[in-house]
């Protein structure tokens, strides 16, 4: 069956380091993944979308990366800060099934001042 | 411009009562999809209106169903409640034509608490 997988523990960083969070998938052929940010009791944010013929993406200090032969996507925030801490979503997409998402579990991300 | 707007806000409700959720889109988009969280997990897809017919479904019970109006707003029905169905019901909207790599914008959510 169709799995998505992010680190289900909390990603706890200094401010200003580099928070690295990975989301992998099986049995998946995904056209694109998307990274979506959700802050408690809200709902998610759409922050970036990479499509498989992409193997990096950047948007200001967001950089995204595409793997579909590990069928892996790291999602990279440089120069953190306590702003950030939230938790990560992303959602591999079909063509067929693209107008439906599929979320993993999300990372909560800390940045300690 | 608002964006999606969904009400309740927060809702209590016992076991074998019925809920109904409310969710308008975002203007200008004609697609809304329905998603349940539960505590600690991701959304979980539920289904999607488009034209006023549901389009595709996730793996719900037929116990939840919903309904699309011709101003594209949207309510989701829970018959028979248990107390599993305890989470945040989000409505996010998009637009059909677009869907393919376009995002989804997702409302405040709906916290549903049964006892």
């Known amino acids: 069956s169709q799995k998505i997988e992010q680190n289900s523990e909390a990603l706890n960083i200094q401010e200003g380091k580099t928070a690295t969070l990975t989301c992998n998938y099986t049995?998946?052929?995904?056209?694109?993944l998307q990274w979506y940010r959700q802050d408690p009791g809200r709902g998610p944010v759409f922050l970036l979308l990479?499509?498989?013929?992409?193997k990096e993406k950047r948007k200001e200090r967001l950089k995204v990366t595409f793997d579909t032969t590990l069928k892996q996507s790291l999602f990279h925030i440089t120069a953190s800060q306590p702003a950030d801490s939230a938790t990560y979503l992303c959602?591999?997409?079909?063509?067929?099934?693209?107008?439906?998402?599929?979320f993993g579990s999300g990372t909560r991300l800390q940045v300690q001042p | 411009d608002a964006g999606v707007t969904q009400s309740p806000t927060h809702l209590i409700k016992t076991r074998g009562q019925q809920v109904t959720l409310r969710c308008s889109p975002k203007?200008?988009?004609?697609?809304v999809s329905w998603y349940q969280q539960a505590l600690g997990q991701g959304p979980q897809f539920i289904f999607q209106?488009?034209?006023?017919?549901?389009?595709q479904r996730g793996n719900f019970p037929d116990r939840f169903s919903g309904h699309q109006f011709p101003n594209y707003s949207s309510e989701l029905n829970v018959n028979a409640l248990l107390l599993g169905d305890s989470a945040l019901y989000l409505c996010?909207?998009?637009?059909?034509?677009?869907?393919?790599?376009?995002?989804?914008?997702f409302g405040p959510g709906t916290r549903l608490t049964v006892l």
């Open positions: 203007s200008g988009h004609d697609t």
């Open positions: 049995n998946y052929s995904p056209a694109y």
């Open positions: 996010a909207s998009s637009k059909w034509w677009l869907a393919e790599h376009n995002e989804q914008f």
């Open positions: 959602a591999p997409v079909h063509l067929t099934g693209r107008r439906a998402l599929t």
């Open positions: 209106y488009y034209e006023e017919e549901e389009r």
């Open positions: 990479i499509r498989e013929n992409e």
